[in-house]
Nanobody, 128 residues
Framework: QVQLVESGGGSVQPGGSLRLSCAAS????????MAWFRQAPGKGRESVAA???????????YYADSVKGRFTISRDNVKNTLTLQMNSLKAEDTAVYYC?????WGSGLPSPSECDYWGQGTQVTVSS
């Protein structure tokens, strides 16, 4: 059982930056695909960034169009952590952010049903 714990959320003004972290309990995290999702009030959960592991132990990042160029996803398999650096934040980025892990994904960004493990979520609020 993989346990994921997010941290780093908070309130920031438009144009500001935040860095989210996700700590994993599983030492074999390197074998999982990892992603960040978000869910705004009244909306469904959407994936914003993912970092996928290839069979050759290389990693590829994918981003939703709405965050491309502003968010950066990264992972540290030694420290078992996943990070989301968020720059140039906008009011529409306000949501609860979740990290997720899975092994059997299709192409591109994952859907929520493709993820096996979830963190508890961390609130990000962008407001002036």
């Amino acid at each position: 059982q993989v346990q994921l714990v997010e941290s780093g959320g908070g309130s920031v003004q438009p144009g500001g930056s935040l860095r989210l972290s996700c700590a994993a309990s599983e030492r074999t995290l390197s074998t999982y695909h990892m992603a960040w999702f978000r869910q705004a009030p009244g909306k469904g959960r959407e994936s914003v960034a993912a970092i996928r592991r290839s069979p050759y132990n290389t990693y590829y990042a994918y981003y939703a169009d709405s965050v491309k160029g502003r968010f950066t996803i990264s992972r540290d398999n030694v420290k078992n952590t996943l990070t989301l650096q968020m720059n140039s934040l906008k009011a529409e980025d306000t949501a609860v952010y979740y990290c997720a892990a899975g092994r059997n994904w299709g192409s591109g960004l994952p859907s929520p049903s493709e993820c096996d493990y979830w963190g508890q979520g961390t609130q990000v609020t962008v407001s002036s």
